[in-house]
C-alpha cells in the first residue's frame, strides 16, 4: 500500500523511523493495522474515469527515488506499458493524507499507487480471477511489500470485488491519451440486483456435518478452522493465513449468533479440492479444520 504519506506521519518522527514506515508499508498490509469502511459501500453507482491527457505531475516524479535503501526508477512515459501481478489495496488509515503526487488520497475515489509509472498515469486494472476491471488514476508510490504490483484505492477493490479477500491477481495495462484527447474505455463490472429500500444484512450461518454422516451427504463449501471470542484474534489469523499462502486462499471472518468469531476459508467448488486444502492448512501448521457448508 502507499509509502509516500509522509504528511500523515507523527509530527517529530525521525528521519530513520519515516524510511522504515516508508519501506516496511507502516503496517498498512496488515488487515489489523488498515481497513475499509465501517460498513459495506455499495460503488458500483460510481461513475467510471474518462482518461485524458494530463501533465506530469510536479511531486512524486523524481528519479530514481529511494526507500530503505533500495533504489527505484520512474519510467519516461507509461506508453505500451501492461503488466500482471498480485493487487492490493489501501484504506481508511490514508485517507485524507497526501498522496505523492500532494493530492489528497481518497478511498471512495478510483485510484492508485504504482513504484515507477508516471504520476498521474491512468491505467486499466482488471481482476483475474472474476474478469471485473476499473479505471484509476495512479498518483501514489508503493507497494514495497515483497511482489506486490500495484495498491489500489478501497473504491477500486471494492469494484472488482477483492477488498473482503485483501489480494487480487490483476493485469494493469496503462492507457495514454494525446494532449488534447480523451479516451472511451470499457470495462466489466458484474450486474448488481436492485437492492431493497432497508438494506438487510443476512448473516451466513455455518452447517456442521453430524460425525457420523458420510462426507459426500452435504455439499460442504467452506473449511472453518476456528472460533475466537475475541474479534482481533481472528484477525491475527486471517492475517497468518494471508502471509502463508497470499492470493492462493480467500477468507472469511464471521460473527456467529453465539457471538463468537468464526475463520472460515473457501469455498470450494469440489469435494477434492476443499479436502486438498484441509491437507494443506493442516500440514502448514493450521491445525485440522472442520468442513462446513455456509448457508444464508
Do not use: C
Not at 522504515?20 to 507502516?26: E, H, L, Q, T, V
Not at 491519451?177 to 458484474?190: D, F, R
Not at 474479534?231 to 463468537?260: H, V
Amino acid at each position: 500500500m502507499s509509502t509516500q504519506h509522509l504528511s500523515g506521519t507523527k509530527a517529530g518522527a525521525s528521519s530513520s523511523s519515516i524510511d522504515y514506515d516508508k519501506a516496511s508499508g507502516g503496517g498498512r498490509y496488515s488487515i489489523l493495522q488498515d481497513h475499509g469502511p465501517t460498513d459495506e459501500v455499495n460503488v458500483d453507482h460510481l461513475p467510471d474515469l474518462v482518461p485524458k491527457y494530463e501533465p506530469k505531475s510536479r511531486g512524486g516524479n523524481k528519479s530514481p527515488y529511494e526507500v530503505w535503501g533500495k533504489k527505484y526508477y520512474v519510467m519516461d512515459s507509461a506508453e505500451g506499458y501492461t503488466a500482471t501481478g498480485t493487487a492490493s489495496w489501501y484504506g481508511n488509515k490514508f485517507h485524507g493524507h497526501k498522496t505523492s503526487n500532494g493530492e489528497t488520497y481518497d478511498m471512495y475515489a478510483f485510484s492508485a499507487a504504482h513504484k515507477s509509472l508516471p504520476l498521474p498515469t491512468y491505467v486499466k486494472v482488471t481482476n483475474l480471477d472474476n474478469q471485473r476491471s476499473v479505471i484509476v488514476r495512479v498518483n501514489d508510490r508503493g507497494p514495497f511489500h515483497g511482489d506486490r504490483l500495484i495498491d489500489l484505492s478501497y473504491a477500486a477493490a471494492a469494484r472488482l470485488d477483492y477488498h473482503n479477500k485483501g489480494l487480487a491477481r490483476v493485469k494493469v495495462e496503462a492507457i495514454t491519451p494525446k494532449p488534447g484527447e480523451v479516451v472511451s474505455v470499457k470495462t466489466n463490472k458484474q450486474p448488481v440486483a436492485s437492492a431493497p429500500s432497508t438494506p438487510v444484512a443476512i448473516e451466513p450461518s455455518p452447517v456442521v456435518a453430524p460425525a457420523s454422516a458420510p462426507s459426500n451427504d452435504l455439499l460442504f463449501s467452506h473449511l472453518q478452522l476456528a472460533a475466537f471470542s475475541k474479534e482481533s484474534s481472528a484477525d491475527n489469523l486471517k492475517q497468518k493465513l494471508f502471509e502463508q499462502f497470499d492470493t492462493a486462499i480467500n477468507i472469511q471472518t464471521r460473527q456467529s449468533d453465539d457471538g463468537l468469531y468464526r475463520v472460515f476459508v473457501g469455498p470450494y467448488d469440489s469435494n477434492a479440492k476443499l479436502e486438498a486444502w484441509q491437507a494443506k492448512l493442516e500440514s502448514a501448521g493450521f491445525g485440522k479444520s472442520v468442513k462446513v457448508a455456509l448457508t444464508p
